[in-house]
């Protein structure tokens, strides 16, 4: 656990050397709690994972970025240990298109019907 007098940061479980595998819970003080998850690529990656969010707020459950396709069972194992229903996300935000951040958005609309946001150019 980490205390700042912002935010407290508990981890829920440390990840591969590479941070593969890693669950955050972060915690403001006021507003929103995040959960951060650590996604392997389906490749090696000198970088580690993609880290996916999860934002748990009034406006119900959103994932920022999808990750690679390795991301639902990340996400499933990951909503266990937080006790949170995969199939309660409302929606899935991709920061940007890069197969490590959008690769997993496809399967993660198919597996819990959830709206992928995504910017178009």
Known sequence: MNTHP???????RN???DGSGAVLRIT?????TFHAIAVPQDWYSYTG???VYVIESEDGLTLID????LVIDHVETAFRMISLDPSAIDR???SHG?????GGAFGLA?????????HVV
């Open 15 to 17: 990840g591969e050397e």
């Open 6 to 12: 912002l935010v407290r940061v508990d981890s829920l």
């Open 92 to 94: 899935v935000v991709i």
């Open 28 to 32: 403001p003080v006021s507003g929103a």
């Open 98 to 102: 890069h197969v490590d951040h959008d």
């Open 49 to 51: 994972p993609t880290w």
């Open 110 to 118: 198919q597996a819990w019907d959830v709206e992928v946001w995504a």
């Open 66 to 69: 999808a990750g690679s396709s």
